[in-house]
């Protein structure tokens, strides 16, 4: 079973642009990662927000969870080729199995 | 290592058939995690070991598949008469402590196809 619910699946925009994932949970957390994973393969950590967190930069990368609404929004500004990528959200659920959504498929046109 | 590693890259094996996928975690990390991925969803749980032991093997689909993690470092998955609906990536990660608090490193996965 998923948790983590991101949308859109599919999202194309162009180069320079900025890109908005968001990413729906059902049940408490302790803290909602996201991840990116290029080809199918290697996925890899962008960032970690904790449940007392709000807001959380890193680079290019801003990521906001809203508790309240059990969603996290995930923001790549001024985006380049090389972010073409899926993304995933994962939450802890309370224990210490990780659950990740769907994923949403990123692609940046030239 | 510098990083997690998976062996073999890519296995390829007929129906009924059985398969061992071994992942070597980062040095000093005491959880390993063993998921399921799926053409076009995302990883999906299937065990998870803090040291030797198995804290939640849950997501372990059925009594066909088997993980051990003997002295706590490398991790073998077994899959015991494998079916066509194994077909995954089979993808690892391990972290310095349990993942609510910890940034999991992931492996580049095992592409496993049964024919």
């Known amino acids: 079973s998923q948790q983590g619910e991101e949308d859109p699946q599919a999202l194309s925009i162009q180069e320079g642009e900025n890109a908005t994932m968001n990413c729906s949970y059902k049940t408490s957390i302790n803290n909602l990662q996201w991840y990116r994973q290029n080809s199918g393969r290697g996925l890899v950590h962008l960032i970690l927000?904790?449940?007392?967190?709000r807001e959380k930069h890193s680079g290019r990368l801003r990521v906001t969870l809203d508790t309240s609404k059990k969603s996290s929004s995930l923001l790549i500004t001024a985006s380049r080729a090389a972010d073409t990528a899926s993304y995933f959200c994962a939450t802890d659920g309370g224990d210490d199995k990780i659950i990740f959504g769907k994923g949403t498929r990123l692609h940046i046109l030239p | 290592g510098a990083g997690v590693s998976q062996t073999p890259s890519n296995k390829v094996t007929e129906k009924g058939k059985y398969v061992e996928l071994r992942c070597d975690p980062i040095?000093?990390?005491?959880?390993l995690y063993w998921y399921r991925q799926s053409l076009g969803q995302g990883p999906e749980f299937l065990i998870y070991?803090?040291?030797?032991?198995?804290?939640?093997d849950s997501g372990l689909p059925n009594d066909r598949f088997f993980a051990v993690r003997p002295e706590g470092s490398v991790s073998t998955l077994k899959i015991q008469r494998t079916e066509r609906g194994d077909s995954a990536v089979y993808l690892c990660?391990?972290?310095?402590?349990?993942?609510?608090?910890?940034?999991?490193?992931f492996g580049p996965g095992t592409r496993l196809t049964v024919l």
């Open positions: 990660a391990s972290s310095l402590g349990t993942p609510n608090y910890n940034e999991q490193f």
């Open positions: 927000i904790r449940s007392n967190e």
């Open positions: 070991f803090q040291g030797t032991g198995a804290a939640d």
């Open positions: 040095s000093g990390h005491t959880a």
